[in-house]
């Protein structure tokens, strides 16, 4: 078996919340050793965030931060304590990458700035991940996935026609962003790799989510057109749409009751089935202008039928006959997906603190090395010793001493939830 690509890479994670872990995830399932580095006095917040309830310990079983930090170590260092700040030193001197997500002043005002960092380790890539990058008026600012959505322009790209600007799930920038940390620091390995010298990378998540505009930009700049709310209809084919359908099962003792159906008819021969399949020949002859003119009646027609109809086999009966339909899959619907189940998509990591459930595996499929997760999200500090120990050479009287004086710790200080 081959090895995995970012074997013997080492990552020195100060990431919190969504964007940066989900980046050090993306390295972890690589193969990559990723130190993720909290303070006992503020610790990544999504380990209280969503807590389960009546446990002794919430923060170290908390289902949204066991999803993006399995394939991590816990180490505890306070970096606002000088010896916490000189320890961290070492083990940059130690690690490939140093990544972070911080609001952009956090850094220098704990004496760490680039400089710094790049004196400890030359050979290190650095990337830093504030919200609207190191420069400009809003560096300062502190920026969290739907705000840097808000700010992009994808959410006046988005809504149902009324002009009012819809925000996309739950916070579609912060996966986005980290994928591509995820490939900035295996860019900046490759460049260390011809030069022999690390690099600095500057990554706006502001500016990730803006680049994902595309062609609305070119629309504003070169023809100063304004955004367009087209819900689910297109601006070429007619009839398109989304449509309810009929409540197809119960699972996990909830009753399904929102089942949809995508469908688009991208010509006349398209609409000519569409139009069979609801038996009004009569209406075949339309063609795309007439479409577009009665889009709303279509739709009527379309919907009326769609909800007698169970989705799952409205699709396939679509599709066989030739016309471009997909379910829309909720998230139980997606758990029981058979293509991911017979692709080993799912998951289940025993965790000591938390009970079996679906996970999702790593997407990069290395057909020779075949990535797997190999352990559960850490313990709060659940690695100091063989970290700090194991590769900076503490001995357990200095680690009994750091833990003495708060700087590593193998519980948060304080701890609330949210």
Known sequence: ??????????????????????????????????????????????????????????????YYFNAYNRNKKSVTLDLGKPRGRAVF??????????IENYRADVLDKLDLGWEVLRAANPRAVIVSMAAFGKSGDDAALVGFGPVIELMSSLAARTGYGDGEPFKTGISFGDPVAGTVAAGAVVLGLIARRRSGEGCVIDLSQREVAASLAGEAFVAASLRGEDPVHRANRSDRFAPQGCYRAAPSRVERGDAHDEQWLMLSCRDDADWRRLASLLGRDDLAGLDTKARFERHDELDELIGAYT????????????????????RVLDTGAVLDDPQLLARGFWVQLPHPRMRRYKQFGPVY????????????????????????????????????????????????????VG
């Open 365 to 416: 499929r290395f057909v020779e090395a075949d990535p797997q997760l190999r352990r559960h999200s850490p313990l709060f500090g659940e690695h100091n010793a063989e970290v700090l120990g194991g590769v900076l050479g503490l001995s357990a009287a200095e680690l009994a001493a750091l833990t003495e004086a708060a700087i590593i710790g193998d519980a948060p200080i304080n701890p609330g």
């Open 1 to 62: 078996m081959k090895r995995l690509p970012l074997e013997g890479v080492r990552v020195a994670d100060l990431s919190m919340m969504w964007a940066g872990p989900f980046a050090t995830m993306r390295l972890a399932d690589l193969g990559a050793e990723v130190w993720k580095i909290e303070s006992p006095s503020a610790w990544d917040n999504i380990r209280t965030l969503v807590p389960q309830p009546g446990v002794e310990e919430p923060w170290n079983s908390a």
């Open 307 to 326: 909800r007698a109809h169970d989705a799952q086999a409205l699709m396939e009966r679509f599709q066989a006959a030739g016309v471009p339909a997909g």
């Open 89 to 98: 030193l070492d083990l940059v001197r130690h690690a490939d990458v140093v």
